[in-house]
């Protein structure tokens, strides 16, 4: 890599105080990750509050899996190290010093003022020079009240603290480029809101749930959930409130595992893509119901945090300024396309190659293009064969964990439906732009052109990590779940047989003999009388006639 000091970028983020909503989510994390290994930032205040009874500090100490004492609502992190966190061996091994950089601020997307305490809103006024927004609810059957509440009142909340901020030089803003997926072809630009946001708002201030959740359904559309709904909605509300905010707006696709850094591969949740690879490599999920030829867009995580980076760079400095609104999509359909066929053939490699421990099946499954046939499919050899594994799970007193799991991979797979039915164009013209602006140091450095991504290579590494991430299980695992997946292979193709054999012995039965003969022994019948059949209408046709 080109030293630092040839970055411009690097050397704009040095002493910057930076504020970022979100930085515990999956985004956040690496968010935080690259502005403290590649950043000579000052300081960086993340938004947090208490979970499950722990405290934003102690919360913070578990992000890093470093030991802190418990100080004020703002504090700074301890220095004793326990437990690596493969996401950030990097920074503990060459400078684990900047670790003492990163501040918890209690605090809640969701309350007025962000539930700040005035001590800590005077702090963040006086010292926060950059602001990235990028907590949401990507739930996508997410209640409507909790969605505006999470993704627009959050982003009002988020601009309103920004209006007070003294040193503010840029303000990145974490939408979805499916934001306006009711159309075809989007462009980077800001398309009129679908309702008005303060009248959503009040409609959510005015409803109860019940009224509310049967109204929604004619809200949202021709959009199929309350997300897309409501980062549309937050995008104007961003603009509108803005006002002269120096604000950019990121347009990311699908977010998946990392493709280059901090680790490749590495990915924290089952969400979307991640839920596939999963599923399909425990043996659970057997069937997807899906679009033929149509193309996916799926982006490495990696990819929009370096565009947010060098965005809020390029707000501030103006080497790039789009008109009227900085709006960058970052995708992948326009410049290195994946088809859903070429998906499936990539997926079948990979989980095969690189194969979990103990799949409860051999992964054999198969592409679906009609909603019956998936939904049956998904029954036969989803549904019941995780009741029958759970019971037998059950029976040789091991927790039975097959129904779970497979309810949480078809629910997943469930919410992508949508999306893996529809092709989308998602134009990149001025992400493409703001590249062509980098030095050769800062392209290196802050990477986010996708001409190089090569999907084979990387979705054999993103399996590689749902087996070590999600799975927890070591890679030198992997000769001997190859040996239990060729014995599972036998298997499969032994129930494969056994069953066809079953319905050849019903089909030959002497009852279905005798169906068959009545069935045929009734068609001849009617086709012996088709002739008098025509015959009379046309008698019917010459009367009419007459």
Known sequence: MSGLGDSEVTEWYRNKTIFITGGTGFMGKVLVEKLLRACNIRRIYLLMRPKRGVDVNQRLDDMFNFQAPQEASVSSLGR????????????????????????????????????LSDEDEARLV???EVIFHAAATINFTEPMRVAVNMNMLGTKRVVSLATKMKKLVSLVHTSTAYSNCHLPEVYE?????????????QLTEWLDDKLLESLTPHLVSPRP???????????????NDGGRLPISIIRPSIVCGAWREPVPGWVDNLFAFTGLLVGMGKGVLRSLYIKPGITLDFIPVDVPINLMIVSAWNTA?????????????????????????SLAAHLQRSVRSFPFNSPLWYPDGSAKTTKLMHQIHVYL????????????MWVLGKKPIAVKLCNRMVKAVSALEYFMLRDWVFHNTQTQCLWDT?????????????????????????????KQYIMKENLEDIPK????????????????????????CVLSSDSATSCYTLFFSGASKLLSLSPILAAAEEVDVEVDVL
């Open 317 to 341: 400095v103006g080497k790039y300024k789009p008109r009227p609104v900085p709006i960058f999509c970052c995708s992948t359909g326009s410049q290195k396309p994946l088809t859903s066929d």
């Open 438 to 466: 980098l030095s050769p140091a800062d392209k290196e450095i802050f990477h986010f052109d996708v001409d190089d991504l090569d999907w084979d290579e990387y979705i054999e590494t993103y399996q590689k990590g749902c």
């Open 481 to 504: 779940a190859r040996k239990v997946m060729h014995v599972m292979h036998f298997f499969h193709r032994l129930v494969q047989l056994a069953m066809m054999y079953g319905v050849w």
């Open 80 to 115: 004793s190290r326990t437990n690596e966190t493969t996401l950030y061996d990097k920074i503990k091994e060459l400078q684990p010093e900047v670790i003492q950089k990163v501040f918890a601020v209690k605090g809640d997307i969701t309350m007025e003022g962000l539930g």
């Open 381 to 392: 050899v989803n549904i019941i064969p995780a009741h029958i594994a759970d019971t037998i």
């Open 126 to 128: 006086n010292e926060v």
């Open 189 to 201: 630009e800001l398309y009129p809101a679908p309702i008005d946001p303060a009248r959503l708002i």
């Open 225 to 239: 959930n309350t997300y897309t709904y409501t980062k549309a909605l937050a995008e104007h509300i961003l603009v």
